[in-house]
């Protein structure tokens, strides 16, 4: 893991670096982000359908293996996913795409 990706572990994806309070907020509902260059980080699902949340994700990022590309994130088939506020699923890195 380089330095800018330490500085962002235990952030939320997208919070800006000189945000006071980048972490989690206890009404919101977030997916844990694992592996590949956004390891640790929470992504926002707050709202989402089921749906949404089952295709995944493809986050912008300048630390993917294309500076300005997009890392890809998914769920796996059949784990388990919490209700409510708080992380309610994992979504593990799959690569990146430019």
């Given at each position: 893991?380089?330095?800018?990706?330490?500085?962002?572990?235990?952030?939320?994806?997208?919070?800006?670096?000189?945000?006071?309070?980048?972490?989690?907020?206890?009404?919101?509902?977030?997916?844990?982000l694992l592996g590949?260059?956004?390891?640790?980080?929470?992504?926002?699902?707050?709202?989402?359908?089921?749906?949404?949340?089952?295709?995944?994700?493809?986050?912008?990022?300048?630390?993917?293996r294309w500076p300005?590309?997009?890392?890809?994130?998914?769920?796996?088939?059949?784990?388990?996913?919490?209700?409510?506020?708080?992380?309610?699923?994992?979504?593990?890195?799959?690569?990146?795409?430019?």
């Open positions: 893991m380089n330095g800018d990706e330490q500085l962002l572990n235990g952030w939320l994806y997208g919070a800006e670096h000189d945000d006071p309070n980048p972490g989690p907020l206890p009404h919101r509902t977030y997916a844990e590949g260059p956004l390891d640790g980080l929470l992504l926002d699902i707050h709202g989402w359908r089921t749906e949404e949340v089952d295709d995944g994700v493809a986050l912008p990022t300048e630390l993917s300005g590309g997009r890392a890809l994130y998914d769920p796996r088939p059949g784990e388990s996913r919490a209700q409510g506020p708080g992380v309610s699923c994992r979504f593990y890195y799959s690569g990146d795409t430019p």
